[in-house]
């Protein structure tokens, strides 16, 4: 096993647990050497099934560890900055789930980390690694649909999360469309200069209660002209709604929602096909495995991340952006962010 | 022959011929009396060949003859409030095309005398009676995506006019997102009470030089608490790109574009499937001879036509919004204009 | 109107006023001047409602009329090859509904008066003129799947014929698989030698107790090598399936259904979509003017009508060696029957 | 590790290592002891790798090993039912590699073994896994098309194996088209009574030198009344193909290609989207890990498995009837070969 690249993954909830059964079963590039998280007893039979021996409450033990290259942050959004911090000093390669942190300053204090130790970051916008978002963006860089006029993305879930969880989310655009802003930026090839929020509060009004938004229509300005477009639901009734379309000066290339099957059943009621994947985990399976590739791959090839700290900065302003739009009800550039 | 409805056309150009060769094919219940343009000699062979023997060159002839009980405004934009208050005057009942008039006032002179007179008016916004697009209403009507949410429409044209017209034409947003503002009303069954217009020139120099825009994204509030969204460009290299989505509590409904035929062509090169149909005389052909049908129908059961002076009102002061929206770089309220 | 070629339509069941109807609304080159049918009382209304003066009870009159160019022969089927003989001695243009008649002599005796007098002779094989089906023979012709290897057919009824009907209809194979046989020589611009059939009673015992098939596949050797299948079926419960594909060494053209609308229903129940148009007479509506402009243009143009006598004469050849196929349960030459 | 099933892999060509990785990633309840193959230098550094330490040049040493309950041949067909009979003798459950033997009274032998030994055994009839025809099974089995009627199943290599491959092959059908007499049996839930093979050598010369033909179409007739039609190229040019259709009383099923991506590109050139995944283990990459779920959940739960000796002696038959028809131009019964 020795030219494996160890690996330490700090969080093991949903995420991280996702990543760290795709290193096991696909990264032969990689082996995860320790696990830490808060609460150990839920976690050791999961890891000892895997085949991961250390299993710490303290994430510490891991930043200490000498033999770690490599760690990845999957634990609650708010620890993000702070062990970014200490990995960065501990020369570890970073992978962290998104978002950095809703504090700008407290971002830019982890990408300075980041930058003075020379080691890499990866942050989690794992959508970029989509079969089919990562087809269109191929599509607009090699000139077939010419120069990129307008960008629109769809993107609804099938459910609106708890209300507990809607209170500490940060709101929808920090939340849910932070997705979206970076898959407009990497769709464009450009950044997003300026926004206008027109949201409201339909699917439930305890969402509205709890001072945020569950539906909306963002109009984006991107820095090379290009207009764009995204519209979020917190909840589509035939499930997660996930497209993209990207129109320019000659052509135009989009994209629809991956389903179960193919089937299509046609009966005297009408002409019948699958609903679109119900969840992100089903939709975008794939993608978290090609994230964790390219993320080691760029250790092992001493390359730039392909979703960069700078990656991971940006969204969060343009949804700074979105959420003041939203307040003020009217237009908010980006830098105001 | 006798019991069918005499019917004028004043105006030959494109449009009116469309409508006079509509009638005389399929429209049993009416007939053309007399045609009316300024250019007689271009009309009368093709009057002739139709059948229509009365050719005149001022439409005054039309108006004066107590047979015709209903006219047809085919004739350039600024002469057709004039026309309806003539008409309405007369007792005649009217169908005219899109716009009634640039001007609000004027608009409002030429509904008076519609109402003065009891006689029926419809407005050409002919995209109501679209197969693709009515089923799609008839959807939302019938309560089958629940209460709508998000509604979204994208109409761009095969390819810019030419700059002499765009220059007359009153802008983009009065030329051809009228159409849409008038199909967002249609789905969504509700008004349009405040727009932000976020326009580009990214098509033609010549046409910003003109003091236009040639793409936007338009968002939407409606007074049922929907929003929404237009996106227009004026030149798709893939032909005229028509589809409509509403997105509701209950589901979506979502129409894409017709093409000439289904084949779907599989080679090594890939998988290759039809254009839309280019041009919207062939997109609408259909709803163009619905249109007429329902207007002479509306007569004959002397019932409200389904596009009434109301409607053509409305689109105007939506455009006439989004406009001063792109000027001023804020949403505008639609009751300001 | 002078100038408009005389045409006299013999029958004026459902498909004698269907062509009289297209040419009286579409076709300018050509005016209709009498109708016959043994029953003018049922005529009368409709013939007049469509400014055609002439009624009669006798088709000789028809015949007898100098001023008459041109016939449409939509009698019943036994009347179909003596009316042609007739015609052409007459020195007439003729278009006959398919089949020209059940007795091969008798279709020679027929075609015969047509070489003899140099008449025009076009069989009413309507589905070469659809839209889907012409691309599909262009894209073949124009050798954009290379070398045609399989021809597959898909031609279902939404719902079978009166029983009465069926033991009138001389069975299914020349009733409702003639279509096919004439659509596979079409796509595959070659002879079928050899055909194979696998036929059942499945969808009604009744059929089966009338010494007709209601469900059948049926393969097919083609002069050039190609080989073909075709699949039937009298009923399919969600309407009228016509799909035809060509695969060849460079590729695959395959055509669906046509739908009435694009629409897209998505709701916690499924992704709905239309179900094909319903009956042959939506399906293939504009197929019907469009072989009448073909038969008109073949006269103007003194040209070979694009599906001739011998057009008439292979389908049924084959529908025959189909049939002897199913009663002897053996693959049969088609130069057999 | 204790609890896992440990299992014996013989043959470690492509179909065997897929198997392995298979089980390495994704069956927990599974682990591979041990590999045996003729060639062990080519396998030990992939074996390692996997973590399987042990790699044998005789699989005998695997059928000795009492901790072995579960044995997977992969080895060439020639070999099978040799080992098939040893493994049963000694005790283990068996997943076998299509075809058994093609031998009939060989394949006997090997189901007999099976039997006396009561061991389960299951044959890698892949398909039936597969997301797309399993949701046609599924749906035909709730009865939502009603009684099949008609069973459409087309299967086109993206190209034709080396010929020297074509020549051991035992020829186009018990080589390719067992894939799809294995589906006719699984989508229709009866038994293929009867076919009648039309085939043709269309593709390479050489095909038909070796006597062998590349092109066919097999009519099909089943027990319970319905009758099904197969068509299989050794090349299509756009890749891999595979679609089936279930038409019955009450509707049809249908389900086409996969593509790796959803994105369809529009320009002036055309509307074009991503061709089918090109080769089988694209294609069916997921289907290879259900069935080997399914092989070991057989094992765990003591229930049959659900491709048994018989469904893996069937398709051979029919095979053989296919081959005997091509061969005397007639139809054959199955219970003829």
Redesign the interface.
Known sequence: MDGKIKTGVIGAGRIGRLHAENIV??I?EAEIKAIADINTENVKDWAN?LGINNVYDDYRRIIADPEIEAVLICSSTDTHAQIIIEAANAGKHIFCEKPIDFSIDRIYEALDAVDKNGVKLQIGFNRRFD??FK??RD?VKEG????P??I?ITS?DPEPPPIEYVKRSGGIFLDMTIHDFDMARYLSGSDVVEV?T???V??DPAIGEAGDAD???I???FAN?????I?N?R????GY?QRVEV?G??????????T?????????S???????KYFFLERYQDSFVTEMRAFFDSIINDSEPPVNGVDGLKPILIALAAKESYET???VKVEEA
């Open positions: 079963n696909n032969r099934e079969h089919n087809k269109v599509l077939e649909i010419g120069t006029h307008i629109r609804r206008y027109n949201a409201a339909l699917v539906t909306a229509v109009s984006l300005k002209g290009a207009i764009g477009v519209d639901s909840k589509a009734a035939y709604d129109f000066s000659e052509g135009c290339v989009t994209v629809s929602n991956d179960p099957t193919s089937a299509v059943l046609s009966t005297q009408g002409v019948i096909s699958d609903k679109p009800g009217r237009p």
